[in-house]
């Protein structure tokens, strides 16, 4: 198992140096390389429009839904490791995770309402008004 970590590790921190050295290239010298590598540069630009508003729309399904269940998440806290992000509510402690690509959520923070949030507390009226 540790070598299993130790590998996406590793990984984790090549995608992020290749990330890293895209954003260092100029609009044209990826564009020269896009082509270079035979590829339609607006395919490209397509595919990849198309992968970061999955992401997005993912992130967004994720904190709709533990709002919804009163759960208070700090949107900075997210982790990512085998493939998936994972966070816990500021409330309860409960754990949540999602992938990117398919959307699936996982956690004990979406199995019901969050029995530290005071959102869903039922307040009793005085009788005397």
């Known amino acids: 198992m540790a070598d ?18 895209v954003l260092g290239l100029s609009d044209e010298a990826i564009l020269a390389e896009t082509i270079e590598a035979g590829f339609d540069p607006e395919q490209e630009a ?3 429009r198309l992968v970061l508003r999955q992401a997005s729309k993912a992130f967004d399904n994720v904190n709709n839904r533990l709002s919804n269940l009163g759960h208070s998440i700090n949107p ?3 982790r990512s490791g085998q493939g998936s992000y994972h966070n816990n509510c500021l409330n309860c402690g409960s754990s949540v995770s999602f ?12 199995g019901g309402l969050c029995p530290e949030s005071d959102q869903y507390t039922i307040r009793r009226r005085d009788p005397s008004r």
């Open 4 to 21: 299993k970590e130790n590998h996406d590790e590793r990984l984790e921190r090549l995608m992020n140096q290749l990330a890293e050295s």
């Open 46 to 48: 397509e595919r990849t």
């Open 76 to 78: 900075h806290d997210w």
């Open 99 to 110: 992938t990117t690509a398919t959307g699936e959520m996982r956690g004990d923070a979406l």
